[in-house]
Nanobody, 124 residues
Framework: QVQLVESGGGLVQAGGSLRLSCAAS????????VGWFRQAPGKEREFVAA????????DVANSVKGQFTISRNNVQNTVYLQMNSLKPEDTAVYYC?????????????????WGQGTQVTVSS
């Protein structure tokens, strides 16, 4: 079992930055990939970025490429999402998720464990 806890969300003005953290505990050795998703009210849950736990390879959605950066610290058991140049359309609940099987996935169904989410609100 893997437990994921997000933190770092909040209210920020357009153009500002936030760094989200996802702290993992439990059977973290079973995590092959960790991803970030976001969901705005009335919208489908949207893939943001993912990273391999061991090698640090990344997959980033085109919608945030060049704006968001995903990274991880294996010793700290933490995955980060650095969000720069934030826009109001980035407002959403951001979720951390872990995938226990091989290969990349951009679908929520491809992930086995989920955090509680953290709210990011970007004001104009």
């Amino acid at each position: 079992q893997v437990q994921l806890v997000e933190s770092g969300g909040g209210l920020v003005q357009a153009g500002g930055s936030l760094r989200l953290s996802c702290a993992a505990s439990g059977r973290t050795f079973s995590m092959l990939r960790v991803g970030w998703f976001r969901q705005a009210p009335g919208k489908e849950r949207e893939f943001v970025a993912a990273i391999t736990w061991s090698g640090g390879s990344t997959d980033v959605a085109n919608s945030v490429k060049g704006q968001f950066t995903i990274s991880r610290n294996n010793v700290q058991n933490t995955v980060y999402l650095q969000m720069n140049s934030l826009k109001p359309e980035d407002t959403a609940v951001y979720y951390c998720a872990a995938r226990g099987s091989s290969g990349w996935s951009r679908f929520p169904s491809g992930y086995d464990y989920w955090g509680q989410g953290t709210q990011v609100t970007v004001s104009s």
